[in-house]
């Protein structure tokens, strides 16, 4: 532990940068690449060989400890991964249930719809038939009176046609008197006489 914060101080120590010029404008590596706060190593200026050195070690002891912590990541992730698939399910079924009600709210709207129309298209159709039967009803009134009409204009023809022949047989009756008169006395009747 004792070297590990004296390696931690050796590192932490400020670093200094060079002057920059103003015809580059160099991009902070925070902006490109943010590691998470276990992996920032902080180099201060060192020799050329023994800061090599010091570098690979330190880089060596922070990979070690990153495996001993993988374990601990992993289970981590598998947790976060787990409660991903629990809030994503949780949100499909919700989902699925909104959907459900939206179709049964649809479906039972229509159904309304459609037994409000069968009951229209019902009551028209009865005001319809009420209305046929009214006018066959009245259709049946103007034939019977019709058919009365007809059979009193034939009663009265046929009471004329009896008339008509009742005088055609009374005057064929009077001239057949009148000629057997006329053969008796010998004469011929006098109105043949007036239109000769």
Not at 4 to 27: D, F
Not at 37 to 56: C, D, G, L, R, W
Not at 74 to 86: G, H, I, M, S
Not at 150 to 172: D, G, T, W
């Amino acid at each position: 532990m004792a070297e590990q914060e004296s390696k931690k101080a050796e590192v932490e120590t400020p670093v200094t940068q060079p002057e920059k010029s103003t015809h580059e404008t160099p991009t902070p590596v925070a902006e490109v690449y943010d590691p998470p706060e276990e992996a920032v190593v902080e180099f201060a200026p060192m020799e050329e060989t023994t800061s090599i050195q010091k570098v690979t070690e330190l880089l060596e002891e922070k990979f070690e400890e990153e495996d001993l912590s993988k374990d601990t990541f992993d289970k981590n992730a598998k947790l976060a991964r787990v409660e991903t698939e629990k809030r994503m399910s949780l949100i499909k079924a919700w989902e699925e249930s909104e959907k459900c009600k939206a179709q049964n709210k649809a479906h039972k709207k229509i159904a309304i719809i459609e037994a409000w129309e069968n009951i229209k298209k019902a009551s028209l159709e009865a005001q319809l038939r009420k209305i046929e039967q009214c006018l066959e009803k009245k259709k049946a009134e103007y034939t019977e009176k019709m058919k009365n009409k007809v059979a009193m204009i034939h009663k009265q023809a046929e009471e004329r046609k009896a008339v008509v022949e009742a005088k055609r047989c009374e005057n064929l009756l009077k001239v057949d008197e009148i000629a057997s008169k006329c053969r008796t006395i010998g004469k011929p009747p006098k109105k043949l006489l007036i239109l000769l």
